[in-house]
C-alpha cells in the first residue's frame, strides 16, 4: 500500500501571501532617495513587519547582491551585506549560538557598526601603549 | 559580582567592546519593539542600568515559562541571568536546595527591601493551604511577604496572569493570579502558555531601561500585546477574502489558508506570535498549520473548545463578551450567532470523561 509522505502534507505558502513585499520595496526607495537627497539614514527592523514564509528571501532576492560583505565578531557575528543598491545593505546579527537576534535594512553609506568606536579606539590606543612601554622599557610619549 | 555596577562596567570588565554593546542594544530595540532609532537612548540607559535583584517565585505551574525564558534567543540566557540581572532566587535554576535556598530568598529580600523585582510564575492557591507550600509555607503567604518589598512584579505565563489551567473550571484550589491578590504595586502580566521566551527577556529588559512598560487593561505591555495576531497574520489575506481551511486535512488547509473555523482565536488574541515567532523567529502555530489557541488571553482554557470557531458561543458568554471588549474586539464577533441549541453543545463539551470512557476508547 503507498504510503502518504510528509511532502503531501507541506502547507504551501498560497499566492496571497502578505502582500508587503512590494511596499517595502517601495519603502526602501523611498529611503534611498532620502539618503541621496538629505543625507538621512534609514533602518527597517524586517521583524517587525509580517512576512509569510519565503516572503523574506523574496525581499532579499530583490535586493540582490553587492560589492561589499564584512562579518563582526562581538557577542557572535554579525553579517553585513551592501545589495545591488548600493546604500541599502542587510544586516544580520546572530548570538553565540548563531541564532539570529535581529534582521535588518539599512539605508545608509556604510553600516554605523562597522566604524570603529571612539571608546574603543581609547582602548586600543592605551593598550598599544602599554604594550610599547613593556617591550621598550621606557615610557611611550 | 557586585550588584552596584553598572552594566556598562560589567560588560567592559568582561572586555565587551563597544561594538559589541551596541550589538546588544540594537537586538534589544528590535526585541522591545522600539524604532530603530532609539538606540542611542537605550544604550545611554543600559549604561548607567544597575544589576537589579531578581526573585522568582514559581507557584501552582508547570515550569513551562522557565522552559521557555531559557531558550530565549534575545540575548542568551547567560547574558541576561547573569550580566543584566541578579538571579537571586529560582527553584529550578539554582543549585543551593533546602534551607540554603530558602536563606538566599529570605537575604536577598532583606538586602534589596523596596528595590527588587519579584517574577511569579503560576497561580495561587487559594483554597487549602496545603495544596502548594514551598518549605512549609503556603503560596499566598510567600507571595504577599515577597510583594510587600518588591519594586515591581512580573506576573510570567496565563497561570501567574490570569489564573491559567489550574483557574479552568471547576478550580478545584481556589487558583487565582497576582493581580486578584494584590492592588499595590506595579504588576506587568506577560501571559501565553507559555510567553514568547523573548518576550519575557524583554520585559526585563524594559524594566532595566526604561521602567514599567506601557500597559493595556489587562496590565499586558502594549509593546508585545499590542496587536492581535489575526491583524499580524501572515494568512489574514485569506481570511479577507473568504478562503477557509475546513479540516485539517482538505485543500485548504494544503494551500495555507485562513484557519478561522477550524477553530482559531487569532481574532481576539493579543500576542506577538505572528511576527517575533518562535524557535529563532522559524515559525509559529498558525504557521505550522495548527489554530492559535489564545493562550495569553484570561480563561482560555474555558473558551469552549480548541477547534471551535470564534463565531461558535461558549457556555460563558457574559466572560467572553467582557474580555472581548477589554482587549477592543469587536463584542458582535462572537453574538452573531447566539441560539440555546449551541449554548447546550458548547456545555456538552466539558462533560467529565470517566476511566471507562477512556478504557473503551483504547
Redesign the interface.
Known amino acids: 500500500m503507498a504510503r502518504t509522505t510528509l511532502a503531501e502534507?507541506?502547507?504551501?505558502?498560497?499566492d496571497?501571501?502578505?502582500?508587503n513585499v512590494q511596499p517595502l520595496l517601495h519603502e526602501i526607495r523611498h529611503a534611498l532617495a532620502q539618503l541621496l537627497e538629505q543625507g538621512k539614514e534609514t533602518?527597517?527592523?524586517l521583524?517587525?513587519?509580517?512576512?509569510?514564509?519565503g516572503?523574506e528571501a523574496a525581499i532579499e532576492q530583490a535586493l540582490g547582491e553587492g560589492e561589499v560583505r564584512a562579518t563582526?565578531s562581538?557577542?557572535g557575528p554579525?553579517d553585513f551585506r551592501e545589495t545591488s543598491y548600493p546604500g541599502v545593505w542587510v544586516v544580520t546579527?546572530y548570538?553565540?549560538?548563531d541564532?539570529?537576534?535581529?534582521k535588518?535594512v539599512e539605508v545608509t553609506s556604510a553600516p554605523?557598526?562597522l566604524r570603529s568606536?571612539?571608546?574603543?579606539i581609547a582602548?586600543g590606543l592605551q593598550r598599544l601603549e602599554a604594550r610599547l612601554t613593556q617591550d621598550g622599557g621606557g615610557r611611550v610619549v | 559580582m557586585k550588584n552596584d555596577q553598572t552594566l556598562g562596567e560589567i560588560l567592559r570588565q568582561q572586555g565587551i567592546s563597544r561594538r559589541g554593546f551596541l550589538k546588544f542594544c540594537v537586538a534589544t530595540a528590535s526585541l522591545l519593539a522600539l524604532p530603530p532609532g532609539m538606540v542611542p537612548a537605550i544604550a545611554a540607559a543600559l549604561e548607567k542600568a544597575r544589576r537589579p535583584s531578581v526573585i522568582w517565585l514559581s507557584f501552582q505551574e508547570c515550569t513551562g515559562c522557565t522552559e521557555s525564558l531559557t531558550r530565549s534567543d534575545a540575548a542568551s540566557i547567560e547574558d541576561l541571568i547573569f550580566n543584566t540581572i541578579s538571579l537571586d532566587y529560582h527553584h529550578t535554576l539554582q543549585a543551593a536546595s533546602g534551607t540554603g535556598a530558602e536563606d538566599a530568598r529570605e537575604s536577598a529580600m532583606k538586602e534589596n527591601w523596596g528595590k527588587y523585582v519579584l517574577v511569579v510564575d503560576g497561580s495561587i492557591p487559594t483554597g487549602n493551604p496545603g495544596y502548594s507550600t514551598i518549605a512549609g509555607i503556603s503560596n499566598v503567604e510567600m507571595l504577599m511577604e515577597a510583594a510587600a518589598g518588591a519594586a515591581a512584579i512580573v506576573a510570567v505565563g496565563s497561570c501567574a496572569s490570569f489564573g491559567g489551567i489550574p483557574h479552568a473550571s471547576p478550580n478545584p484550589t481556589g487558583a487565582v493570579s497576582v493581580t486578584d491578590l494584590i492592588s499595590d504595586k506595579p504588576i506587568v502580566n506577560v501571559p501565553g502558555c507559555p510567553p514568547i521566551p523573548v518576550v519575557i527577556a524583554g520585559v526585563l529588559t524594559h524594566f532595566l531601561t526604561f521602567g514599567i512598560p506601557e500597559l493595556d487593561e489587562l496590565h499586558r505591555p502594549l509593546a508585545f500585546y499590542g496587536k492581535s495576531i489575526h491583524d499580524r497574520c501572515y494568512r489574514r489575506p485569506f481570511y479577507d477574502k473568504g478562503l477557509f481551511a475546513e479540516s485539517f486535512d482538505d485543500e485548504g488547509a494544503k494551500k495555507g489558508w485562513c484557519l478561522y473555523k477550524l477553530g482559531c482565536k487569532g481574532p481576539t488574541t493579543y500576542n506577538a506570535c505572528a511576527t517575533t515567532k518562535w524557535n529563532q523567529g522559524t515559525s509559529f502555530p498558525i504557521q505550522s498549520g495548527h489554530p492559535c489557541l489564545g493562550c495569553s488571553q484570561p480563561d482560555f482554557w474555558d473558551a469552549g473548545g480548541f477547534y471551535h470557531a470564534l463565531s461558535i458561543p461558549t457556555e460563558d458568554t457574559a466572560r467572553t463578551v467582557l474580555y472581548g471588549a477589554a482587549t477592543g474586539v469587536a463584542a458582535g464577533l462572537a453574538l452573531g450567532g447566539l441560539n440555546r441549541a449551541r449554548k447546550a453543545h458548547a456545555a456538552r463539551k466539558h462533560e467529565k470523561v470517566t476511566i471507562n470512557d477512556l478504557e473503551k476508547g483504547g
Open positions: 502534507f507541506a502547507i504551501e505558502v498560497g496571497a501571501g502578505t502582500h533602518v527597517i527592523d521583524r517587525s513587519i509580517p512576512l509569510a514564509p516572503e563582526l562581538a557577542l554579525s546579527h548570538n553565540r549560538d541564532q539570529i537576534v535581529g535588518f554605523a557598526l568606536q571612539t571608546e574603543d582602548a
